[in-house]
């Protein structure tokens, strides 16, 4: 018996609320610089933007909801928020 492999689940675009987790270093610029972004990369982003400090208060995530409108769409978002040089992660 063949083992089966399960399949990533499939997104169809445009996906709207696609929720973005952004984690980065806890600075005063962060929050305006991601946010800056998003909207540079959606410009129908509603700035709904939830926050959260870790517990020694080093890191900060930032949770924002977009309407995704496909991988490659995804892809440059990651990209440009990963050139700031204060984001970690991007999930």
């Given amino acids: 018996m063949s083992k089966v492999e399960p399949q990533p ?12 987790k ?3 270093d806890n600075c005063d610029k962060f929050i305006d610089t991601v ?8 410009p129908d982003f509603e700035q709904q933007v939830e926050q959260h400090l870790s517990s020694n208060g080093r890191f ?11 991988e490659e769409h995804l892809s ?14 991007v999930l």
């Fill in 35 to 42: 946010v800056g972004i998003v909207c540079q990369h959606c």
């Fill in 22 to 24: 952004i984690i980065g």
């Fill in 60 to 70: 900060i995530s930032v949770r924002v909801c977009i309407t995704a409108h496909g």
């Fill in 76 to 89: 440059k978002l990651n990209e440009a928020l990963r050139e700031t040089g204060m984001v970690r992660m």
């Fill in 9 to 20: 689940p499939k997104i169809e675009f445009p996906c709207a609320d696609y929720p973005i």
